[in-house]
């Protein structure tokens, strides 16, 4: 039961908040927490996400997300930025997908792509990822766009 709640609170937080594996992996309760605008969704919520992996987990504070052994043991510590591809990794294979494609930033990319394919503003898009460069942020926008409104669209 843990590791599931565990899963879904990283998936939420990291794909809501457009969160970097690496930055997910040294968050802990003492730190002066970042303002973060959550969308809030029918299919996911990641605030309830994360207050039920920390109830299950009895965290109150240090590391938010924690290595969980056998047994569902809660270790002490924190999870890596590998430890979060990993999971991505092993839910994706769960889901029957090839989980060689999937990595920490799987989660951080689709979120980009998947706000451009629903029109999202650059600019919002950027606050949200911290992007500095619009450069940086296009290529994921590109992806999303490939298809739409392509200069071919009626000629064939």
């Not at 939420?12 to 605008?37: G, M, N, W, Y």
């Not at 769960?94 to 060689?100: H, K, S, V």
């Not at 949200?128 to 669209?153: I, M, N, P, Q, W």
């Amino acid at each position: 039961m843990m590791p599931s709640k565990r899963f879904r609170a990283v998936v939420d937080r990291c794909f809501a908040s457009d969160t970097r594996a690496k930055r997910l992996a040294i968050e802990a309760h003492e730190q002066q927490p970042d303002v973060i605008a959550l969308a809030r969704g029918d299919v996911a919520c990641p605030v309830k996400a994360l207050r039920a992996w920390l109830q299950a987990a009895g965290i109150e504070s240090g590391a938010i997300f924690r290595p969980i052994g056998k047994a569902s043991k809660l270790r002490s510590g924190r999870l890596t930025d590998r430890s979060v591809a990993n999971i991505v990794k092993a839910y994706a294979a769960r889901a029957g997908l090839d989980a060689t494609v999937f990595s920490g930033h799987s989660l951080r990319s689709r979120f980009l792509t998947s706000a451009a394919a629903n029109g999202a503003s650059i600019f919002k898009m950027m606050d949200v990822s911290r992007h500095k460069s619009v450069d940086t942020l296009r290529g994921y926008v590109r992806d999303a766009e490939l298809f739409k409104d392509h200069a071919g669209t009626g000629l064939l």
